[in-house]
């Protein structure tokens, strides 16, 4: 019996087109590695008590790209965390820099028990982003060692850090009503799909997961309001609680934590850590404000990986889809609306567990992946003399932005390159520019994703199977699987979504490449005894079937 990864890698073999090997696929670099995570402490810092500084216990779960500088999350999971958000300098040589608590160690001090909520500082960051104001918003779930006895140190809040200055220029504090006594706030996406230029980003939308209490919490920063979205599919799934990387298996009941956004397409996709599924939901229905009593968020299963995976991403242009599922070890990725998958990076070494994905435009076509050895960090087995956290850097994967004519067309965006130049990060070191270029802004209307192409040749049970349903269980059909061309192994996904079953509906199960195991029990079938007995035959003449 061969590992799931071997096996993976022998169908990609024989399936995948020589683009989707990553021996022939993108460019791929390492573009940092540690060891163990060091800082540019202050000469009177603790470094020798574990509580306040313990290297085997900092684990990085976020990545930025920004023009000058990479910035990186490492919340508090355990003890010993001394800055949960730092920098790096993004032209700096050489693997293991120092990292530099951002913007000072005066925003950090909740790592030495210092901290009073009401400074303006951090206690524990899991995902930053930067806007097309530069301007950094960094998510702070408030809670300390949320993987030993989850103290609730304070509030969850944004900062907001204009990084021409390094200066925080806004403080959100979220109302109690978003709030439950578990929520760990771990993940945001910054929709400015209606921001208008004159506003500064102060006009956006904010999509922020709940992993623990799972929901997504939206926030209007134009209006300062805030509330909170739940469905099913936001939920662990207890079937998928394990998760396995090569020889090591760890168990992790994590709700929603994986989030990406289409703006071509105004679409939220979402997953939860323990789920082989991928959802989306369409940003009209998050910013409708609060549900009203007894309606559901209108929540679709996009398809279903080959393993569990929380790092997730969309391009800004194409609305090309990257995930990374923790089995395979891999990148890879697939777009909607082609129904193309590739496999862009494979490497039992480097890729074992991708926290983050990133599509800056602030680096042209690139995508960026931050990954670690967080399964062995929670397992307690880490070992030290190996690399255990990795920028890697993916090149020619995202469509170029459009060019500079262009920028007066009626659908142009804000989304679009600002025209600087962008290298890759093993060149010279990047200038900041004095200013970030911007152009006028038009929303974007709304376009349709076009439908699967190809002969429509093979019943996919998925469809058969929901629309046979009797009433009012019925949902609508999905697009038929071309089988003329090789599904990849790490995604089995049709080209269209479908609404997300409810529980009491079974699941169908996929094989490797699409096929359908047969259930147990037959549909058209009476089972007894292990008998099998055609329903059409009436049952004073039924005969055993052999």
């Known amino acids: 019996m061969l590992p799931i990864w071997c096996l993976v890698a022998l169908v990609c073999t024989g399936l995948c087109t020589p683009g989707d090997a990553a021996l022939h696929g993108p460019a791929f670099e390492t573009v940092k590695q540690w060891n163990l995570l060091s800082y540019n402490f202050p000469w009177d810092y603790p470094t020798s008590n574990k509580d306040f500084y313990n290297p085997e216990n900092i684990v990085a779960t976020g990545l930025e790209v920004g023009h000058d500088r990479i910035f990186i999350a490492t919340p508090r999971l355990f003890s010993g965390v001394p800055a949960t958000l730092s920098a790096i300098p993004r032209g700096s040589v050489g693997d293991s820099p120092t990292l530099q608590a951002f913007p000072s160690w005066s925003h950090h001090r909740a790592g030495t028990n210092e901290y009073n909520c009401s400074d303006i500082g951090l206690v524990s960051v899991y995902r930053i982003r930067i806007d097309s104001c530069n301007r950094l918003w960094a998510l702070d779930a408030g809670v300390s060692r949320s993987l030993e006895d989850f103290e609730i140190t304070c509030p969850p809040k944004i900062l907001v850090y204009d990084l021409h200055t390094d200066q925080v220029v806004r403080r959100i504090d979220f109302p109690q009503e978003v709030i439950r006594g578990e929520s760990l706030y771990t993940n945001l996406v910054v929709d400015e799909t209606t921001s208008r230029p004159e506003n500064h980003c102060d006009d956006v939308f904010v999509y922020i997961t709940d992993t623990v209490a799972p929901g997504i919490v939206v926030y209007d920063s134009g209006k300062d309001l805030t509330w909170r979205l739940s469905h099913p599919a936001m939920y662990p799934d207890p079937d998928f609680a394990e998760s396995s990387i090569l020889e090591h298996r760890f168990t992790l009941m994590d709700g929603v934590v994986g989030l990406a956004f289409d703006p071509e397409a105004a679409l939220l996709y979402f997953q939860p850590l323990a789920t082989d599924r991928l959802f989306s939901v369409s940003t009209s229905a998050l910013r409708s404000g609060p549900l009203p009593f007894g309606k559901d968020l209108p ?248």
Do not use: C
Not at 310 to 332: D, Q
């Open 299 to 546: 929540v679709k299963l996009v398809g279903r990986k080959s393993s569990q995976g929380i790092g997730l991403a969309v391009a800004p242009r194409g609305g090309t889809v990257f995930y990374s599922p923790l089995s395979e070890t891999a990148v890879a990725s697939w777009n909607p609306r082609t129904n193309e998958h590739s496999i862009l990076a494979q490497d039992q070494e480097k890729i074992q567990f991708a926290a983050d994905l990133r599509t800056p435009d602030r680096d042209g076509t690139a995508l960026y992946v931050l990954t670690s050895k967080f399964h062995r960090f929670f397992l307690k087995n880490l070992d030290a003399s190996e690399f255990n956290t990795r920028i890697l850097r993916i090149d020619g994967v995202i469509q170029p932005s459009a060019p500079a004519r262009l920028q007066s067309a009626p659908h142009y965006h804000r989304f679009a390159s600002s025209g600087l130049g962008y290298q890759p990060l093993s060149g010279a070191f990047y200038e900041s520019p004095s200013t970030v270029g911007s152009s006028a802004y038009k929303p974007l209307p709304s376009r349709p994703i076009p439908s699967s192409h190809g002969a429509k040749t093979y019943a996919s049970f998925v469809q058969n199977f929901y629309t046979k349903q009797p009433q009012p269980y019925s949902y609508e059909s999905v697009p038929v699987i071309d089988k003329s061309k090789p599904i990849n192994p790490f995604f089995m996904l049709n080209s269209g979504e479908k609404t997300f079953p409810p529980p009491h509906v079974p699941r169908p199960q996929f094989g490797l490449n699409g096929e359908i195991f047969i259930p147990k029990v037959n549909q058209h079938f009476n089972d007894f005894n292990g008998l099998r007995y055609a329903k059409s035959v009436r049952s004073n003449h039924t005969v055993a079937l052999k």
